[in-house]
Each structure stands twice: as structure tokens, then as C-alpha cells.
């Protein structure tokens, strides 16, 4: 069980029975470590330990990419109501922020990346997140997959409850989404660019996909001081473009 070791604004994750380094002393950590617990460097810097929870996952997975916000995998976990026993169907798999949450949720899922060295990484990433036997990330393009997963005789793996894409061929996946989502299962698409979440809406409406809206991904922060309270003054929160249609 991975878990989280803090001193003032220092974060760790760390493994039972691991030895960690910082420059505040060496950390043995238990095999038996428990979330509450405090652990001493050979120093006698003092890290309480934390259980790992999903917004930690953001913070300190390996990157390979800019992954998806925790507040936007909140409104595709909302939106379509990913649960315990679903079967998700996700492709752009990249640092794998939304694959590791949406398993940590009890779901399972079949995650789909094209570059080898990104998958390697989600692999890791997904062990960190205690979620590997509930993520299978596979190398390679969906779109090239689609006719495999749709002939695949395994009940156990198809048809999904839930469809998510994070890639810029979104729109081609999303046309066979009647074939791969189970009736009243749920696609999720998330697009950097208005363009892109354009193809995606023509290509829900041409297949037939019902409920179909698109929301841009937008939050303020308030400030707060003696002069008053008023929403921040710096950049806007901008981070995407989320659409949600469904199967019927």
C-alpha cells in the first residue's frame, strides 16, 4: 500500500519496507505503516504519514504529459456516474491521473497509449496508485484496435459502461461508440480546442448518441483579504472543452 509522508509542505510517496533519502535524513519505512503514524529520518525529522488519496495522484505521478485536471475527471466521474463494477474504455492514457482515479472509484479499465515509453510510465504510475490489477494499459492506437475489441468474444471486457478519450482522434472512436458502450453507457470526451470538440459533437449526432452537450472546463478562485472578497484577479482557469453524450 502505497502511502504519503509529509513534513511542512514536503511531500512523499513511499512504499512499505522502503528506504527513502531526503536531505532531511533517511526515512525506513515500516512494512506495517498505517496511515496516522509518525516516522522519524535517522535525523530526527518527524513526517506524518497520510493515506494516498485521488488529488494526491495529480501531484505526484511521473509526467509524461499535462494530465488531466482533478477537477475536470470530478465532472466526467459526475457526469456519467462511473461506479463500482463499471468497465471503462479509455484511450490517451498518457500520465494515467484519470484512469488511476476512475479505478480507485471501483471501476475497471482498459486504457489505450501510443507511445511505449508514455505506457511504461502508466504502468508504474498505476502500481504507485495501487490500482494495477484494475488497469490494463495497452500500447497502441484505439482506432486501430476498434474491429478486435468489437469481435472479442469476452463478455467479461466488452461492451463498456463508460467511454473516455483524451486524444486528438477523438471523433473517429466516438463513431463506434453505439457498438462499444453498453445501452445508456456514457462517452466522455475531453478537447484542448474548440475545433476539435466541434468533430466530436458531429460525430456523437451522426452515430446517433442522445443527450449530447459540451461544457468549456472553467473555475475561479475567491480571495479573500480586510478589504473584502471578490473571485481572483489572476488568468482565468481555462483548461478545456468536456463533452458528454450518451448511448439510448
Known amino acids: 500500500m502505497t502511502v504519503l509522508v509529509v513534513y511542512e509542505d514536503r511531500e512523499y510517496l513511499v512504499e512499505p519496507g522502503e528506504e527513502f533519502g531526503t536531505d532531511l535524513g533517511v526515512l525506513e519505512i515500516p512494512t506495517d505503516v498505517e496511515p496516522g503514524q509518525t516516522i522519524e529520518t535517522h535525523l530526527g525529522t518527524e513526517f506524518r504519514v497520510r493515506r494516498l488519496r485521488g488529488p494526491d495522484l495529480f501531484h505526484h505521478l511521473e509526467r509524461t504529459g499535462a494530465p488531466m485536471v482533478p477537477r475536470d475527471i470530478g465532472l466526467i466521474v459526475g457526469e456519467t456516474g462511473i461506479q463500482t463494477g463499471d468497465r471503462v474504455l479509455d484511450a490517451g492514457t498518457g500520465t494515467g491521473v484519470l484512469a488511476a482515479l476512475v479505478a480507485r472509484a471501483g471501476a475497471s479499465v482498459v486504457t489505450y497509449e501510443r507511445d511505449p515509453e508514455f505506457a511504461d ?128
Do not use: C, K, W
Not at 482522434?169 to 457498438?179: L, M, Q, R, S, T
Not at 462517452?187 to 449530447?212: C, H, K, N, Q, W
Open 121 to 248: 510510465v502508466a504502468r508504474e504510475n498505476m502500481a504507485l496508485a495501487d490500482v494495477a490489477d484494475a488497469v490494463e494499459v495497452r500500447t497502441g492506437d484505439l482506432t486501430d484496435e476498434i474491429d478486435s475489441l468489437l469481435s472479442d468474444g469476452d463478455e467479461s471486457i466488452r461492451p463498456f459502461d463508460v467511454l473516455t478519450l483524451d486524444t486528438g482522434d477523438a471523433p473517429a472512436v466516438v463513431e463506434h461508440a453505439p457498438n462499444l458502450l453498453v445501452e445508456g453507457g456514457f462517452v466522455a470526451v475531453y478537447s484542448p480546442f474548440v475545433e476539435d470538440t466541434r468533430e466530436v459533437v458531429m460525430a456523437a449526432t451522426e452515430a446517433g448518441l442522445a443527450d449530447i452537450r459540451t461544457r468549456e472546463t472553467i473555475q475561479r478562485e475567491m480571495d479573500f483579504d480586510d478589504r473584502g472578497s471578490r473571485p481572483s484577479t489572476a488568468p482565468v482557469g481555462h483548461t478545456g472543452y468536456l463533452t458528454i453524450a450518451r448511448n439510448e
